[in-house]
């Protein structure tokens, strides 16, 4: 090989390192740039531009939607089995609410509920949806208490708005709301999420109480 080639492989070669160099350098100093950023360093970037990276927003149902959907179908199913089904085998009408209340809490601790922390994006997000949140066997007990809570209330509903109706059509033999799954199931739901609203009022007036005890301690 000539002197003339050999300088020139040297060249090659050491232009070569030069550029790898060059190019470490350029993306350390990106990588710096990009561990150190935050708001008071980073260019102000329009909302239509960032529209296009974040792609189209798909529609959401809300988790209240998908909560009170759930327990309308459960609630429905148990007026169609436990009040319907069976309504021909159980003559007492105190009988026959006490069975449905209690298949009402059951199903609710071991179905609905279940069903409900399977729907969760992150654990724990629908809690608030429910009497009692938590998994534990006594659940199972409260939530039978529950129900016979939640019948006794949409038993009420129905008496209330049904002699309201007689008292204004003056027909005993069309209630204005019939004991079926589909409007059983929202009345039930309403009064559940009725007392878990009542719940969760109570919890925040104890919360705020303690606090403007301990303010008070403290002054």
């Given at each position: 090989?000539?002197?003339?080639?050999?300088?020139?492989?040297?060249?090659?070669?050491?232009?070569?390192?030069?550029?790898?160099?060059?190019?470490?350098?350029?993306?350390?100093?990106?990588?710096?740039?990009?561990?150190?950023?935050?708001?008071?360093?980073?260019?102000?970037?329009?909302?239509?531009?960032?529209?296009?990276?974040?792609?189209?927003?798909?529609?959401?149902?809300?988790?209240?939607?998908?909560?009170?959907?759930?327990?309308?179908?459960?609630?429905?199913?148990?007026?169609?089995?436990?009040?319907?089904?069976?309504?021909?085998?159980?003559?007492?009408?105190?009988?026959?609410?006490?069975?449905?209340?209690?298949?009402?809490?059951?199903?609710?601790?071991?179905?609905?509920?279940?069903?409900?922390?399977?729907?969760?994006?992150?654990?724990?997000?629908?809690?608030?949806?429910?009497?009692?949140?938590?998994?534990?066997?006594?659940?199972?007990?409260?939530?039978?208490?529950?129900?016979?809570?939640?019948?006794?209330?949409?038993?009420?509903?129905?008496?209330?708005?049904?002699?309201?109706?007689?008292?204004?059509?003056?027909?005993?033999?069309?209630?204005?709301?019939?004991?079926?799954?589909?409007?059983?199931?929202?009345?039930?739901v309403g009064m559940d999420e009725l007392l878990i609203g009542i719940k969760h009022?109570?919890?925040?007036?104890?919360?705020?109480?303690?606090?403007?005890?301990?303010?008070a301690g403290k002054k």
């Amino acid at each position: 090989m000539s002197k003339k080639k050999k300088s020139d492989l040297r060249q090659q070669k050491s232009g070569g390192q030069e550029k790898v160099v060059d190019y470490y350098d350029l993306h350390k100093e990106a990588v710096e740039d990009l561990a150190t950023a935050d708001e008071s360093n980073s260019p102000v970037v329009s909302e239509e531009e960032l529209e296009k990276y974040r792609g189209k927003k798909r529609f959401q149902i809300p988790a209240a939607v998908k909560v009170i959907f759930v327990k309308w179908w459960f609630a429905g199913a148990v007026c169609f089995f436990f009040y319907m089904g069976l309504g021909n085998y159980i003559g007492d009408f105190l009988d026959q609410m006490f069975v449905f209340a209690f298949a009402l809490g059951v199903v609710t601790d071991l179905m609905t509920n279940n069903v409900i922390r399977f729907m969760e994006p992150t654990e724990g997000e629908f809690s608030k949806f429910m009497m009692f949140p938590k998994k534990k066997c006594v659940n199972l007990f409260l939530n039978i208490i529950h129900g016979f809570v939640v019948m006794i209330l949409t038993y009420m509903v129905y008496a209330v708005i049904n002699g309201i109706g007689v008292a204004v059509t003056g027909n005993s033999d069309m209630p204005v709301l019939a004991v079926g799954p589909v409007i059983f199931g929202l009345v039930s739901v309403g009064m559940d999420e009725l007392l878990i609203g009542i719940k969760h009022l109570g919890i925040a007036m104890v919360r705020d109480a303690k606090k403007a005890a301990v303010a008070a301690g403290k002054k």
